[in-house]
């Protein structure tokens, strides 16, 4: 086409007749360089996604831990300064329930940073976790369904992908959906794993969101597009005003007899599901 192109070389000798003459061997790696952009980009914006959530875990212990931390040593200095028992006791309660609050606060941040209910038992429990706790914190009716899943356990990277793409999708539906109802499901096929996370919520338009935020940065879409893509996987989202918005997260993973059929045939995972709100 007339157009540049990289290119590999390699010079080698080649016995010819009495003499030897050099013969030059190109290959195209165009294809190659272009995935290792593509890799480049995308460690780039790992390394930015690390970097905002250390930010916002400072922020955490900042806003969270640290001000109650404050508030137990006045309210210890307080105490030793109490006039009678029964103030020190009133001390003594409050600072016990400013420390409970703390350890709500540390157990919060370390179910964010990694749930070890999914090291212990595994994505479903994980989910299921999600789920209620989403449930308990918003007001809102969550239908949760593991369908062909069983006990079997996920790559640990499948897992760990698959947790944090349905966690973003359940932010977003706490943060701009206005759900009464929620469901999520995964379930299983021979190829692959899939992932819903579906509201009846205010949706968006998508077209617009991605136009204004760059991809829809500010629902973090791209973000778990970037997820799913490192894992050879995709993201399916269905949404327009007034009409809901469908997560789909599909990942495959190596056959070991979890399920039969392909990624399509996993229970919640067709097209004909997407018109269908929560229960």
Same mark, same amino acid.
């Given at each position: 086409?007339?157009?540049? &192109?990289?290119?590999?070389?390699?010079?080698?000798?080649?016995?010819?007749?009495?003499? /030897?003459?050099?013969?030059?061997?190109?290959?195209?790696? *165009? !294809?190659? &360089?272009?995935?290792?952009?593509? +890799?480049?980009?995308l460690?780039?914006k790992?390394l930015?996604?690390q970097?905002?959530?250390?930010?916002?875990i400072?922020?955490?212990?900042?806003?969270?831990?640290?001000? *109650?931390?404050?508030?137990?040593?006045?309210?210890? *200095?307080a105490?030793?300064?109490?006039?009678?028992?029964?103030?020190?006791?009133?001390?003594a309660?409050?600072?016990?329930r400013?420390? *409970?609050?703390?350890m709500d606060? #540390?157990?919060?941040?370390?179910?964010g940073?990694?749930?070890?209910?999914l090291?212990?038992l595994?994505?479903v429990?994980?989910?299921?976790?999600?789920?209620?706790?989403?449930?308990r914190?918003? &007001?809102?009716?969550?239908?949760?369904?593991a369908g062909?899943?069983?006990?079997?356990?996920?790559? +640990?990277?499948?897992?760990?992908?698959?947790?944090?793409i /349905?966690?973003?999708?359940?932010?977003?539906v706490?943060?701009?959906? &206005?759900?009464?109802?929620?469901? #999520?499901e995964?379930?299983?096929?021979?190829?692959?794993? /899939?992932?819903?996370?579906?509201?009846?919520?205010?949706?968006?338009d998508?077209?617009?969101?991605?136009?204004?935020?760059?991809?829809?940065?500010?629902?973090?879409?791209?973000?778990?597009?970037?997820?799913?893509?490192?894992?050879?996987?995709?993201?399916?989202? !269905?949404?327009?005003?007034?009409?809901?918005? #469908? #997560?789909?997260?599909?990942?495959?993973? !190596?056959?070991?007899?979890?399920? !039969?059929?392909?990624?399509d045939?996993? +229970?919640?995972?067709?097209?004909?599901?997407?018109?269908r709100?929560?229960?």
């Amino acid at each position: 086409d007339g157009g540049a &192109r990289p290119v590999e070389m390699a010079i080698a000798p080649v016995p010819w007749g009495a003499g /030897v003459i050099f013969g030059a061997f190109l290959r195209d790696i *165009s !294809e190659r &360089r272009r995935s290792d952009e593509v +890799r480049a980009r995308l460690l780039e914006k790992v390394l930015t996604a690390q970097e905002e959530e250390r930010c916002r875990i400072a922020r955490d212990l900042h806003d969270g831990i640290g001000q *109650s931390l404050t508030t137990l040593l006045v309210g210890l *200095s307080a105490m030793g300064q109490a006039p009678d028992l029964d103030a020190a006791r009133g001390w003594a309660e409050e600072l016990g329930r400013v420390a *409970s609050g703390a350890m709500d606060d #540390v157990r919060r941040i370390s179910r964010g940073l990694r749930p070890s209910v999914l090291d212990d038992l595994g994505l479903v429990a994980a989910l299921e976790r999600c789920a209620r706790d989403f449930e308990r914190a918003h &007001r809102v009716a969550v239908e949760f369904r593991a369908g062909g899943a069983g006990s079997c356990r996920l790559p +640990r990277a499948v897992e760990t992908t698959l947790y944090r793409i /349905v966690q973003e999708a359940m932010t977003n539906v706490g943060k701009h959906a &206005r759900a009464g109802a929620v469901r #999520v499901e995964v379930a299983w096929a021979a190829a692959c794993v /899939v992932a819903t996370v579906e509201d009846d919520g205010v949706g968006f338009d998508r077209e617009a969101v991605s136009g204004a935020g760059g991809s829809g940065s500010g629902l973090g879409l791209s973000g778990m597009e970037e997820r799913a893509g490192l894992l050879g996987g995709s993201i399916a989202i !269905e949404s327009r005003p007034g009409g809901g918005t #469908v #997560v789909r997260a599909r990942i495959p993973f !190596e056959d070991r007899g979890h399920g !039969e059929g392909d990624c399509d045939s996993a +229970r919640g995972a067709g097209p004909e599901d997407a018109g269908r709100g929560p229960a």
